[in-house]
């Protein structure tokens, strides 16, 4: 099952989504027994509009939480536009991600993200560490990036071309991501 649903890229589109039933969200069998028929089972709710102004804020968003008749165990499918397990969405992890692929400093690009050293580092070690099988897989879809060899022009590539959030959606189909 993917975690990660490619089709809604905006909190908008998530919300319109919800509105109308939230059905787009059902996954087909559990990720765990693969029985399918999950039930809707509440909700969960993350803050995950972090660009908007008080008045303007999404927050909380909702998101919805399905159960496995047969092991009773739960999921959950995310829009494209929250990350999974991360506090900062995709759009925000690119800028910092291009600029350390660029070549700026740890510390400069805190600065000028106004995110903490640690977070930037963090971000640059997870794309780093696991980068190889990130490769193998947006190749394998997208044979374009095999002519970048090297990790910084293949990932400024990557995120030019799909964006980190599309990157990432295609990549949730075959691996776990984060």
């Known amino acids: 099952m993917q975690r990660i649903l490619a089709s809604i890229t905006s909190l908008e589109q998530h919300a319109q989504a919800l509105a109308e039933g939230g059905e787009a969200y059902r996954p087909t069998a559990c990720p765990h027994c693969r029985h399918g028929g999950l039930w809707r089972h509440g909700c969960y709710h993350r803050k995950a509009d972090r660009g908007a102004g008080r008045g303007e804020s999404l927050n909380p968003v909702a998101v919805l939480r399905f159960l496995c008749r047969a092991c009773e165990r739960t999921c959950s499918r995310l829009p494209a536009c929250i ?16 600029l350390v692929l660029s070549g700026c400093s740890v510390h400069r690009c805190a600065v000028c993200t106004c995110r903490d050293r640690r977070t930037v580092r963090r971000w640059r070690d997870w794309l780093r560490g696991r980068s190889e099988g990130f490769a193998f897989f947006l190749r394998s879809r997208f044979p374009e990036f095999g002519r970048f060899a090297d990790h910084e022009s293949f990932w ?10 599309q990157a990432m959606a295609w990549l949730d189909r075959d691996l776990i991501v984060p």
């Open 156 to 165: 400024r590539n990557v995120i030019n071309r799909l964006s980190l959030q």
């Open 83 to 98: 990350a999974p397990r991360r506090w900062y969405d995709w759009a925000v992890q690119q800028v910092v991600l291009l």
